[in-house]
C-alpha cells in the first residue's frame, strides 16, 4: 500500500514536498516514480528513482525544480516541488514496481505498467 500526503494550494513561485509512505513492501527495492494527471490529460510520469543505484528521471517541463528522494528507513520517498506553476496543478499519485526496465523509459512511456499505486493527493497552484 502507498498513501500520499503534502499536496495543498499554493501561489506561483511556491514549494511543497509531498510524502509516499509504503507499507507491506520495502520501497527500497523498487522502482519508484511520482506521476500527476490533470484534468483532461493523460498521466504523466514527473519524477522517478531506481532501486539499484538510485538514478533520477525528470522531464524537461520539471527538471531542475523537482527532486525525488528515499529514506529507506521510514520506507517513504519524497518529492520537492520548487517554483510551482500554474500548469504543475494536478493530482500526484506516487506508484512502485519492480526495476524491469531503464528507469527512463518506465517513467516516460510505461505509466500504466507500474504495479502499485496510491490513491493520490491534489496540488493546485493558483494566485
Known amino acids: 500500500q502507498l498513501v500520499e500526503s503534502g499536496g495543498d494550494l499554493v501561489q506561483p513561485g511556491g514549494s511543497l514536498r509531498l510524502s509516499c509512505v509504503g507499507s507491506?513492501?520495502?520501497?527500497?527495492?523498487?522502482?519508484v516514480g511520482w506521476f500527476r494527471q490533470a484534468p483532461g490529460k493523460e498521466r504523466e510520469g514527473v519524477s522517478c528513482i531506481s532501486s539499484s543505484d538510485g538514478t533520477n528521471y525528470y522531464p524537461d517541463s520539471v527538471k531542475g525544480r523537482f527532486t525525488i528522494s528515499r529514506d529507506s528507513a521510514k520506507n517513504t520517498v519524497y518529492l520537492q516541488m520548487n517554483d510551482l506553476k500554474p500548469e504543475d496543478t494536478a493530482v500526484y499519485y506516487c506508484?512502485?514496481?519492480?526495476?524491469?526496465?531503464?528507469?527512463?523509459?518506465?517513467?516516460?512511456?510505461?505509466?500504466?505498467?507500474?504495479?502499485?499505486w496510491g490513491h493520490g493527493t491534489q496540488v493546485s497552484v493558483s494566485p
Open positions: 506508484a512502485a514496481t519492480p526495476p524491469v526496465r531503464p528507469i527512463e523509459d518506465m517513467c516516460r512511456l510505461d505509466w500504466r505498467g507500474w504495479g502499485h
Open positions: 507491506g513492501f520495502a520501497m527500497a527495492y523498487y522502482a
